[in-house]
T-cell receptor, first 113, second 114 residues
Framework: NAGVMQNPRHLVRRRGQEARLRCSPM?????VYWYRQLPEEGLKFMVY????????ESGMPKERFSAEFPKEGPSILRIQQVVRGDSAAYFC???????????FGSGTRLTVV | AQSVTQPDIHITVSEGASLELRCNYSYGATPYLFWYVQSPGQGLQLLLKYFSGDTLVQGIKGFEAEFKRSQSSFNLRKPSVHWSDAAEYFC????????????FGKGTMLLVSP
């Protein structure tokens, strides 16, 4: 049973480009969470999704960031017109319905140059 | 609003010595508490969790943590540290057992000296 799969592991984008980060939850998990880790900071919650629904996006920046979890396929975190301040590690986690705690992926390290 | 404080940014422990990492939380209701470990360039691995019941919880890799409601603390301990334990450790608090957002502390970097 594969764990939470995130790709790419590393992503380099120039300022103004778009970044698309993918997350495939563990088999049988229907809940996905995205967290961002800035240098020397703990993880900060961004968004919580279930299939085809955004449940809580209170941690998402108001502009340029969006997330989806379609009926088929991975969850996508999309950052438009990236800026240097978006450079961070982005982690996805998944849990089953009614599960206790969740499992993290290995993250995507985004570098904006 | 919930918050987590890990007062020690770095800790150095000799291999074989005991370890205690501190975590204090602020939360108005019954907290659900977690400790995660992150090795460089890796994701977070769950060490242990506390939901209810016995306040001393056992985790993987020989770690344990004790929940003290009166002190709002959930300190992580290990009786004998191994060099492979060098990593960053994060304490987190959640509002429920399952699908809820977690609030993380800023982490404690553990260095193990020979």
């Amino acid at each position: 049973n594969a764990g939470v799969m995130q790709n790419p592991r590393h992503l380099v984008r120039r300022r103004g480009q778009e970044a698309r980060l993918r997350c495939s939850p563990m088999k049988g998990h229907s809940h996905v969470y995205w967290y961002r880790q800035l240098p020397e900071e703990g993880l900060k919650f961004m968004v919580y999704l279930q299939k085809e629904n955004i449940i809580d996006e209170s941690g998402m920046p108001k502009e340029r960031f969006s997330a989806e979890f379609p009926k088929e396929g991975p969850s996508i975190l999309r950052i438009q017109q990236v800026v240097r301040g978006d450079s961070a590690a982005y982690f996805c986690a998944s849990s089953p319905a009614g599960g206790e705690g969740y499992t993290f992926g290995s993250g995507t390290r985004l570098t904006v140059v | 609003a919930q918050s987590v404080t890990q007062p020690d940014i770095h800790i150095t422990v000799s291999e074989g010595a005991s370890l205690e990492l501190r975590c204090n939380y602020s939360y108005g209701a019954t907290p659900y508490l977690f400790w995660y470990v992150q090795s460089p360039g890796q994701g977070l691995q769950l060490l242990l969790k506390y939901f209810s019941g016995d306040t001393l919880v056992q985790g993987i890799k020989g770690f344990e943590a004790e929940f003290k409601r009166s002190q709002s603390s959930f300190n992580l301990r290990k009786p004998s540290v191994h060099w492979s334990d060098a990593a960053e450790y994060f304490c987190a608090v959640g509002a429920s057992k399952g699908y809820s957002t977690l609030t993380f502390g800023k982490g404690t970097m553990l260095l193990v000296s020979p």
